[in-house]
T-cell receptor, first 114, second 113 residues
Framework: GAVVSQHPSRVICKSGTSVKIECRSL??????MFWYRQFPKQSLMLMAT?????????EQGVEKDKFLINHASLTLSTLTVTSAHPEDSSFYIC??????????FGPGTRLLVL | GQQLNQSPQSMFIQEGEDVSMNCTSS?????WLWYKQDPGEGPVLLIA?????ELTSNGRLTAQFGITRKDSFLNISASIPSDVGIYFC?????????????FGTGTRLQVTL
């Protein structure tokens, strides 16, 4: 149980285009999902908290207009990187919380912006 | 953002040896979690601790929630090559709600034959 999937697993795009990443909780409902960003050899940095049916809460320094989050159902949250630039290249990981203290993570999406 | 301090930062050990790593914070946390991350993958939950002083095992792994609620340790007994990876501790301030985690800086473990 507690399986979280992400799609795509990796994506390469041209600078200026937008990329959408999906996060799904496969066997539980998640009222809250989280989006993280991880640079090589570093820890996970929280970008935003996504609550089903409401606006996401962004961490300080994260541009909400650049990283659009939609949590349309209890099993799906999406992160859209708009007008991507090379500095947005990173490993993006989502997690889902089934209403308790524990978070279960997806396998991550590696984004490369050329 | 805030991070928890993990030590050691990295360690090389021989197969069969026991491993110990810890995580400390200047703030109190109500839940401590230990995750393992393999290269190119998302973190996988190893152990969750919910009460101060709690000692929990998961196979060869044992973790304890410090009595002050400001620290936690993770032990791995009889290490094997597949234990290689990065181990992260994470703390949650709130109980019973899906609030955000504060992550440790990570301990990179390498096991030699």
């Amino acid at each position: 149980g507690a399986v979280v999937s992400q799609h795509p697993s990796r994506v390469i795009c041209k600078s200026g285009t937008s990329v959408k990443i999906e996060c799904r909780s496969l066997d539980f409902q998640a009222t809250t999902m989280f989006w993280y960003r991880q640079f090589p050899k570093q820890s996970l940095m929280l970008m935003a908290t996504s609550n089903e049916g409401s606006k996401a809460t962004y961490e300080q320094g994260v541009e909400k207009d650049k990283f659009l989050i939609n949590h349309a159902s209890l099993t799906l949250s999406t992160l859209t990187v708009t007008s991507a630039h090379p500095e947005d290249s990173s490993f993006y990981i989502c997690s889902a919380a089934p209403g308790q203290e524990t978070q279960y993570f997806g396998p991550g999406t590696r984004l490369l912006v050329l | 953002g805030q991070q928890l301090n993990q030590s050691p930062q990295s360690m090389f050990i021989q197969e069969g040896e026991d491993v110990s790593m810890n995580c400390t914070s200047s703030s109190i946390f109500n839940t401590w979690l230990w995750y393992k991350q393999d290269p190119g993958e998302g973190p996988v939950l190893l152990i969750a601790l919910y009460k101060a002083g709690e000692l929990t095992s998961n196979g060869r792994l044992t973790a304890q929630f410090g009595i002050t609620r400001k620290d936690s340790f993770l032990n791995i007994s009889a290490s094997i090559p597949s234990d290689v990876g990065i181990y992260f501790c994470a703390g949650n301030l709130n109980t019973g709600t899906a609030s955000k985690l504060t992550f440790g800086t990570g301990t990179r473990l390498q096991v030699t034959l």
